[in-house]
């Protein structure tokens, strides 16, 4: 069996929670960049997320706390690109206050030993307007021979 590289210790592992208000300004580069006209009541584009998840990130490092990466030690020179999936259950508006979790799902290897994978769960919940994504990641690494 190849060496493996992810940190499987932190696996059941619920980082903190990261509280950030949608910021209009955000909304509206994030859907023109798509090519799409800003919604005059706010709504993101459904991918938006993928920007909260960034910005989840920013504020763990000013925080000094480690992002998920660095948690389950993922190697970018290995790093492969996995599944993702988003449950939009109600749209991201500018405005909400958002609570971001995360938490380590499981790691799994592939039969041959080839590769390694790390599965992330993520949840962003509105203050007010309550569970609003789910989101679930993969990261995989290609093991060295």
């Known amino acids: 069996m190849r060496a493996r590289l992810f940190d499987r210790t932190t696996r059941g592992l619920t980082l903190p929670d990261v509280t950030m208000t949608v910021d209009a300004g955000a909304v509206s580069f ?3 960049t798509l ?3 800003p919604m ?3 709504t993101a584009p459904p ?4 920007y909260i998840d960034a910005e989840a990130d920013v504020v763990r490092r000013r925080r000094g706390e480690p992002t998920i990466l660095e948690h389950i030690r993922c190697d970018q020179r290995y790093l492969l690109h996995g599944e993702e999936s988003y449950d ?3 749209p991201i508006r500018a405005g909400d206050r958002l609570a971001v979790s995360a938490r380590i799902a499981d790691f799994y290897d592939s039969r041959q030993g080839h590769l390694e994978f790390a599965v992330v769960e993520q949840r962003a919940t509105d203050a007010v307007r309550g569970l609003l994504v789910e989101a679930r990641r993969t990261y995989i690494h290609r093991l060295a021979e």
């Open 47 to 50: 991918s938006f997320f993928t």
């Open 35 to 37: 090519g799409m006209a």
């Open 40 to 42: 005059a009541d706010g």
């Open 88 to 90: 939009l259950l109600q």
């Open 30 to 32: 994030f859907a023109e």
